[in-house]
């Protein structure tokens, strides 16, 4: 019988990793997988992580099960990131949450709950958008439909098509925005810009499912969910997948959440039944460690300063390579405008190199980048720049 199953293609992110470890040239950069890298390549944990989980190794008492939406100081942790506190979905009690493995598991059990409640049978993502969300959306039985987010120089925002297609998203679709630091671009749009998303939303009554992935690679903590606190302040129904796989350093972890938010607080407790009954189905309920982790350090003030501070320093580092990979390119002779690389924003960066000039950094170069043109711009350091930044020189030629 297993013989009817055909080989699957490789996953267009991790196959190239997976590429990556296999090839054996010396000289090679991996700017493939979304994963933060100090300036000797590597990824560390962060210090406030490795404190949190001292202190949770003398104080843990047991590894039984959590609940199948798992831990209540972890939702408020989460709902403090995303509102701010005091906020007012917050003070009404107008959102429930669940932890979930990673931010992919919350887009998955929010693509779940969407179908399973027969709330929408459509979402819509940009075009382009992160390699895995139409797989997620579709084993969660959704139909998927793109609305156009770049100009024709693949590098910034047009910002009129953009409004212009959510404007045309029928009621009742939901529709997959990216909070910030946009995956594979780096292109955000700006505050105004998300202030008439959130009130489009509002008239147009499709549904907001945010995926919050980067918070805090952008421009800081409570800067970077300016999106988030749009639709809040818009009054509406819509629904947060956040992952702290970037920000905490967490990965490995899986550690994410669902979060919904409601119009009055009379539907949440309805709401979070049919939450957890797609849990109960899929995973049965969530891992801990990570989440442990999370909830200890934004509970706790000293941790929670020193988790910015960190927080901070991958940011800064990640802009400051952005200037040395524009230097670099004009010290290579690029003479066309390259700037938009430092316009964009978080771990991604679209080169504008053609999935031809791609795939010769690969061959030519040992130089791995997803074929779309993304690059993850914390995979560069002192080491790799100058090599980078000529090979690019020579394909861009
Ligand atoms: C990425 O976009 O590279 C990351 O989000 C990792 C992944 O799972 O694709």
Known sequence: MF??????????????????????????VNLTVGVY?????RTPILECVKAAEERLLEREATKAYLGIAGMPDYHLATAGLLFGTGSA??????????????GT??????????????????????????????????????????YAYLDETGTALDRDRFLDALRKIPSGDAVCLHGCCHNPTGVDPDGETWQAIAAMAREQGWLPLIDFAYQGF???????????????DAGIEFLVASS???????????????????????????????????????????????????????????????????????????????????????????????????????????SGLSPLQVDRLRSEFGIYLVRSGRINMAGLNADNLSYVCRAMAQVMS
Request: charged share 25%; with cysteine.
């Open 89 to 102: 979905v917050i003070e009404e009690g107008r959102w429930v949450a669940a932890q979930t493995p990673g």
């Open 218 to 232: 952008a421009r800081g903590i409570d800067e970077d969910a300016r999106a988030v606190r749009a639709f809040a």
């Open 244 to 350: 702290y796989s970037k920000n905490f350093g967490l990965y490995a972890e899986r550690t994410g959440a669902l979060t919904i938010v409601a119009r009055e607080a009379g539907v949440v407790p309805a709401v979070g039944s049919r939450l957890k009954q797609v849990i109960r189905a899929n995973y049965s309920n969530p891992p801990k460690h990570g989440a442990a982790i999370v909830a200890m350090i934004l509970s706790d003030e000293t941790l929670r300063t020193h988790w910015e501070e960190e927080v901070g320093q991958m940011r800064e580092r990640i802009s400051r390579l952005r200037s040395a990979l524009v230097e670099g390119l004009q010290r290579e002779g690029v003479s066309r405008d390259v700037s938009y690389l430092l316009r964009q924003r978080g771990m991604f960066s679209y």
């Open 37 to 41: 890298r100090d300036e000797a390549g």
């Open 3 to 28: 013989d009817q199953v055909t080989e699957a293609p490789p996953d267009a992110i991790l196959g190239l990793n997976e590429a990556f470890l296999q090839d054996k040239r010396d000289q090679k």
């Open 105 to 146: 598991g919350a887009l998955r059990v929010a693509g779940e709950w969407l179908r399973r409640n027969e709330l929408c049978q459509r979402i819509w993502c940009s075009r382009p958008t992160w390699a895995n969300h139409h797989n997620v959306f579709h084993a969660a039985g959704l139909d998927v439909e793109t």
